[in-house]
């Protein structure tokens, strides 16, 4: 069984910074992607950004040049270092990664940013 586990949500003040984890643990053969999606509040999930294995990362526009994804294979962790954050990034927070050739989600940190 593995599990991914989110940290380092809180509340915030506009054009703060936040970092987010998320740690696999569990049976793991091989990480392949690792991303965030969020879900603001009322609205669908949707993605932030993703890194695959070897490091390359994507990201939705609305996060460029603001957000950056990382991760550390050793570790099995996956990072969002959020900057400069706006009301409208307010959402919960979900961790996703392909372990083991399958799908898994976090449970989700909240983000608030206060205008």
């Known amino acids: 069984q593995v599990q991914l586990v989110e940290s380092g949500g809180g509340l915030v003040v506009t054009g703060g910074s936040l970092r987010l984890s998320c740690a696999a643990s569990?049976?793991?053969?091989?990480?392949?992607?690792m991303g965030w999606f969020r879900q603001p509040p009322g609205k669908q999930r949707e993605p932030v950004a993703g890194?695959?294995?070897?490091?390359?990362?994507t990201y939705a526009d609305s996060v460029k040049g603001r957000f950056t994804i990382s991760r550390d294979n050793a570790k099995n962790t996956v990072y969002l270092h959020m900057n400069n954050l706006k009301p409208e990034d307010t959402a919960v927070y979900y961790c996703?990664?392909?372990?083991?050739?399958?799908?898994?989600w976090g449970k989700g940190t909240l983000v608030t940013v206060s205008s």
């Open positions: 996703h990664a392909d372990v083991n050739d399958m799908a898994y």
């Open positions: 890194i695959t294995s070897g490091n390359s990362a």
């Open positions: 569990g049976s793991i053969f091989r990480v392949n992607a």
